[in-house]
């Protein structure tokens, strides 16, 4: 951009042998190739090289606790504040019946309610 972006700033201070211009040419040599599973490769190259730079670095972050049935495993919690991956639950034991429960504040969710989340702080 014209460095009115917020990405612009974070990108001409990248640390080491890396610099914003480099990674734009190897996005703008990417964007040039024809073979599908060559630009996936390259894609993933520039993917490695903007990250290693942790341009986005939280300074703080919510955990949200997860209460779990020891019948249970696999679940690993998500990267994000209402990420919650439950696709990677499995069964140890017992029923293949599995109750989710978000919570609020205040309790378990019983209804579900006025749909305004800020009215009940959902996990807060």
Known sequence: GAGGEGIYPAMVDFDGDSSREELLEMVEAVLQL??????????AEIHRYYHEQAVLLPLYGKRIPTLMNRRLGGYVAGNQQFDYPVHRLRINSGSTTVTISPGARNGLFHTVGTMNAHVYGPNE
């Open 34 to 43: 024809d073979d599908p599973n060559e630009a996936k490769a390259k894609w």
